[in-house]
């Protein structure tokens, strides 16, 4: 049973119908789902919740299909880590990571978006899907692809880690790089998009896909024993997250799964690319394009098609937003594998660091409850940190040597008298 109306223009509330639109034909607005929030009330229930897999299906009244999911029956759930150790370190009281790191099968939170895209595509009756992608998201479609039998076609900027590359031709796509950044591999796949019909989950399908993002919120509450945490700091690029984040906390409350409770959301972007970050700290809505020079390429958009409604959900939820330098992302990622065991790439690096700016400036307070969303994952990027961890001591199988590296790794002083000796 679907409990979606249709679509909406976000600007000048023009209605469609489910189709694979995206823009309004008025006033070039974006589309929006539309759902009969009094009859889900009706429908849903923390138990009915409680009863389903642990996938992000199990909140199937609020995304937007027709049918059974028929993608992603594996993606969501992700773990909700209470950080003790980071905590200490950061010098807050209750702190929690949102671990998109661990997303199956590619280890993004775009397993989010995409299982419903592509759930949506096979409804549409398309056979082949496609994406502009910044690496994650080319990974995930490739994966949800393979696994659905559609041809996938992935588009990505030049110049991007062999992980992300290598983790989406895997899959067996056709991968496309584009001489340049993302916004050029954006705007020539708006043209192919139309010219080829095919559904381009974040193009075509967008309407749908962004809503798949609110299900990383509606855990976060369900996680926490039905309640909101005060604070929740994300990375922002495209701006899909960030604002279906808040719109996943106004649905649960709407819907009556969790009482009311105010979470202050801020944005997380790299200084290298913080077309976001500037125009909250200008004070303005609009939004300059910036030309991305960062190693968070995952997040490098200088161009952000939803930086409207990032600075709208960070303004109205009372929060806030920071960039952070590249080396304060790297600083950032060893900090969180050497207290949490978590290894994430440049944007959760991003992710953290932020949260940690946010706490040194008296924005996040340090005895309130606070969640890091950790977007990404670190197997996927290592040569940003390659030359930044300690390289493999080499000895020869010999126990002797052994005993002596032991001694100089322990004693540095006993262990150079030793080698001196031998
Ligand atoms: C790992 C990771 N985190 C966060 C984001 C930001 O997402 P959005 O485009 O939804 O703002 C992205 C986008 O590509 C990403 O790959
Ligand atoms: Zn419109």
Same mark, same amino acid.
């Given at each position: 049973?679907?409990?979606?109306?249709?679509?909406?223009?976000?600007?000048? +509330?023009?209605?469609?119908?489910?189709?694979?639109?995206?823009?309004?034909?008025?006033?070039?607005?974006?589309?929006?789902?539309?759902?009969?929030?009094?009859?889900?009330?009706?429908?849903?229930?923390?138990? =009915?919740?409680?009863?389903?897999?642990?996938?992000?299906?199990?909140?199937?009244?609020?995304?937007?299909?027709?049918?059974?999911?028929?993608?992603?029956?594996?993606?969501?759930?992700?773990?909700?880590? @209470?950080?003790? @150790?980071?905590?200490?370190? $950061?010098?807050?009281?209750?702190?929690?990571?949102?671990?998109?790191?661990?997303?199956?099968?590619?280890?993004?939170?775009?397993?989010?978006?995409?299982?419903?895209?592509?759930?949506?595509?096979?409804?549409? +009756?398309?056979?082949?899907?496609?994406? %502009?992608?910044?690496?994650?998201?080319?990974?995930?479609?490739? %994966?949800?692809?393979?696994?659905?039998?559609?041809?996938?076609?992935?588009?990505?900027?030049?110049?991007?880690?062999?992980?992300?590359?290598?983790?989406?031709?895997?899959?067996?796509?056709?991968?496309?790089?584009?001489?340049?950044?993302?916004?050029?591999?954006?705007? $020539?796949?708006?043209?192919?998009?139309?010219?080829?019909?095919?559904?381009?989950?974040?193009?075509?399908?967008?309407?749908?896909?962004?809503?798949?993002?609110?299900?990383?919120?509606?855990?976060?509450?369900?996680?926490?024993?039905?309640?909101?945490?005060?604070?929740?700091?994300?990375?922002? %690029?495209?701006?899909?997250? $960030?604002?279906?984040?808040?719109?996943?906390?106004?649905?649960?409350?709407?819907?009556?799964?969790?009482?009311?409770?105010?979470?202050?959301?801020?944005?997380?972007?790299?200084?290298?690319?913080?077309?976001?970050?500037?125009?909250?700290? =200008?004070?303005?809505?609009?939004?300059?394009?910036?030309?991305?020079?960062?190693?968070?390429?995952?997040?490098?958009?200088?161009?952000?098609?939803?930086?409207?409604?990032?600075?709208?959900?960070?303004?109205?939820?009372?929060?806030?937003?920071?960039?952070?330098?590249?080396?304060?992302?790297?600083?950032?990622?060893?900090?969180?594998?050497?207290?949490?065991?978590?290894?994430?790439?440049?944007? +959760?690096?991003?992710?953290?660091?932020?949260?940690?700016?946010?706490?040194?400036?008296?924005?996040?307070? @340090?005895?309130?409850?606070?969640?890091?969303?950790?977007? +990404?994952?670190?197997?996927?990027?290592?040569?940003?940190?390659?030359?930044?961890?300690?390289?493999?001591?080499?000895?020869?199988?010999?126990? =002797?040597?052994?005993?002596?590296?032991?001694?100089?790794?322990?004693?540095?002083?006993?262990?150079?008298?030793? %080698?001196?000796?031998?």
């Amino acid at each position: 049973m679907s409990f979606v109306q249709g679509l909406k223009c976000r600007e000048c +509330g023009q209605e469609y119908p489910k189709e694979p639109l995206h823009v309004c034909e008025t006033c070039f607005g974006p589309l929006e789902i539309v759902y009969d929030y009094d009859r889900i009330k009706k429908s849903i229930s923390r138990e =009915k919740i409680l009863s389903r897999p642990n996938n992000l299906w199990r909140y199937r009244e609020l995304l937007p299909i027709d049918g059974e999911p028929r993608a992603g029956l594996y993606s969501g759930f992700t773990p909700l880590v @209470r950080a003790h @150790r980071l905590g200490e370190v $950061l010098g807050v009281k209750e702190l929690y990571l949102k671990d998109d790191s661990v997303n199956h099968p590619t280890f993004s939170y775009k397993d989010r978006v995409v299982s419903v895209a592509i759930s949506k595509a096979i409804e549409f +009756g398309f056979d082949t899907v496609s994406c %502009a992608s910044t690496g994650n998201l080319a990974n995930s479609v490739a %994966a949800h692809a393979a696994k659905a039998g559609l041809n996938c076609y992935v588009f990505i900027p030049d110049g991007l880690e062999q992980g992300k590359i290598i983790g989406s031709a895997i899959y067996g796509p056709r991968t496309i790089s584009i001489k340049g950044n993302y916004d050029d591999v954006n705007r $020539l796949c708006s043209e192919i998009a139309d010219k080829y019909g095919w559904a381009f989950v974040n193009v075509n399908l967008r309407p749908y896909y962004a809503e798949g993002a609110k299900t990383h919120g509606f855990e976060i509450a369900e996680q926490l024993g039905w309640k909101l945490p005060r604070h929740l700091v994300v990375a922002s %690029a495209g701006g899909t997250i $960030l604002p279906k984040l808040a719109k996943a906390f106004k649905e649960f409350k709407r819907v009556g799964l969790i009482e009311d409770g105010e979470c202050k959301i801020y944005a997380a972007q790299a200084a290298g690319c913080d077309p976001m970050i500037q125009a909250l700290k =200008k004070g303005t809505d609009l939004i300059s394009p910036v030309k991305p020079n960062t190693i968070a390429s995952s997040i490098a958009i200088g161009n952000p098609a939803d930086g409207y409604y990032v600075l709208q959900a960070v303004r109205e939820s009372g929060g806030w937003g920071e960039s952070v330098t590249d080396e304060e992302i790297l600083d950032a990622i060893k900090l969180l594998a050497r207290t949490e065991g978590i290894f994430t790439e440049p944007a +959760g690096g991003t992710e953290v660091a932020v949260a940690k700016k946010l706490i040194q400036q008296g924005r996040i307070p @340090r005895d309130e409850s606070i969640v890091i969303s950790i977007t +990404g994952n670190g197997y996927k990027t290592l040569e940003v940190v390659a030359h930044s961890v300690e390289k493999p001591f080499r000895i020869h199988a010999h126990l =002797k040597d052994f005993d002596e590296l032991y001694l100089q790794l322990t004693q540095p002083s006993a262990g150079k008298a030793l %080698a001196g000796e031998g």
